[in-house]
């Protein structure tokens, strides 16, 4: 069966990992035909826009998008990419799975911990202004709707993957309108999923607990900047950024990425992790019925790092993306 997928490399290191992870899919066994597309600063270059229209098309009609990093100027410039297609296709769930991998050195051994992330809202609505000179403001926009739909969505997401509990992240005790909102459907959610465990956290609280003990979470529930904040450093738990895939699921739609951005510092190295992208490839796989395929890459990623022969520097190692990448493919076809 062919696939059709849209394809956004993105920028920075974005090419270099999206390269060997076309690569992989294929040696997998799974024909995609890809409809690539630039997108950010060098769309804006060539095409007048960031997000040029037969991109937005090419993923309206397929669905499915796997991305890479794209950058986003800071404090100025255009809007983020990201956010724009968040909202576009109104990607109302970012999921972040956090878990160890063989080989990859970290703080923490056994975690295994899911990040959904109201991925529409919140402080990233993009309403700013200038009240008058030296006075800013940001508008933080939560809704009953959004809120009870990415609760529901993290109940179904437990039981459907066999988790025992949720745990609401929040500020209600100082934004008690926005937060106490936002607490108040993640409960009421919960009152219709007894087979859950349920309970809340303040999200200063949450970030000790996942700093001294992440083994006692399990799936984390939170708001739009939280979410951002907190699957970092959940992250940085299990080895940084580089090993860590998510996916932003509409009803409709669902785009795979990495959560590490197009790191100018190693541009046109060839030294990133292509794990993240590898991982965010086989969420994609397992979303388009791919199971196989996607197992056989995890095995192989899996049987790369736990040999350490061939790591990336981040990882400690000294391999090329190239190599690291020809080892796993090697692993698929052994
Ligand atoms: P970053 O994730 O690009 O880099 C942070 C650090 O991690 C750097 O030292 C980098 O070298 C390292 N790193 C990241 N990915 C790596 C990989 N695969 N292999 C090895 N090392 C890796 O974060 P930063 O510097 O804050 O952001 C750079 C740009 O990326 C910004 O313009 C930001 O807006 C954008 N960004 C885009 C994202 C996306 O498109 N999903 C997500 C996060 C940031």
Redesign the pocket.
Known sequence: MQHIVTLIP?D??GPE?AKPTLKIIKAAGVNVQWETYLAGAEALKRHGTTIPKSLLDSFQKRRVALKG??????GEGFA???VELRQTFDLYANLRPIKNLPGVRARYQGVDLIVVRENTEGQYSGIEHEVVPGVMESLKIITEKASTRIAKFAFEFARAHRRKKVAAIHKANIMKLTDGLFLDCARRAAADYRDIGFSDLIVDNACLQLVLDPLKLDVLLLENLYGDIVSDLAAGLVG???VVPGANLGDQHALF??????????KGKN????T?MILAAVMMLNHIGEKKAAQRISSALEAVLKKGERL?P?LGGSATTTKFAEAIIREIER
């Open positions: 993105g920075g290191i990992v990093p794209v950058t986003t100027p800071v983020s990419v990201n940084g950024l580089g990425e990495t959560v590490h951005g197009s790191a100018p510092d190693i030294i990133a992790n292509p993240a990336t981040d």
